[in-house]
């Protein structure tokens, strides 16, 4: 595996919902999680997705998303692979995955 | 009347959501919709809110609120009222309140 610490992560019982709206309050991070909740799970690699920030703006924004519980992130070899933690999200926010995907067109 | 210019508001139809969020982000503006949902309409002016901040603090805030469409204002002689859109807010962002209403006590 890599040379990089495992991230860490929030369990979404454990984070307000302010800092859940703070994460989703962002175009970047909700292209992010869009793109993800199209995506199968583990499938997408932390370059792979169409947003226009450079590597270090992409980490982030990947470690707020997972600070708010809203996306599990693990190590494949070189790879960060990423899932929408779509179900425990919905548990403890009902709503917020309708909210936040609905694209408005 | 006073002076001011009387306020500007969104309609909640034109407002993304990530500016939704971006206003709910705040635990001060987290705690003034919360208290605005208990009260009745165009009963509270914004001086009766309790929460941690001086006049220009709370004056910015309810710019943010009533920008992204949650909250409603008018001036009645020098006080200036609010109410929470509750209805307009719901129909276009099904499920919002419930989220930013739950205390999770």
Chains 1, 2 share one sequence.
Do not use: Y
């Amino acid at each position: 595996m890599g040379h990089r610490a495992s991230p860490q992560h929030s369990d979404p019982r454990d984070v307000p919902v302010e800092t859940v709206f703070a994460a989703l309050a962002d175009p970047v991070r909700l292209a992010i999680v869009r793109q993800l909740a199209g995506s199968e799970d583990w499938s997408r690699a932390c370059g792979s997705f169409d947003v226009p920030v450079g590597k270090a703006g992409l980490s982030h924004h990947f470690t707020v998303l997972r600070e708010a519980g809203l996306v599990e992130q693990r190590d494949e070899g070189a790879r960060r692979v990423n899932r929408l933690r779509r179900d425990e999200v919905e548990r403890h926010f009902p709503g917020l995955w309708r909210l936040a995907l609905a694209t408005g067109d």
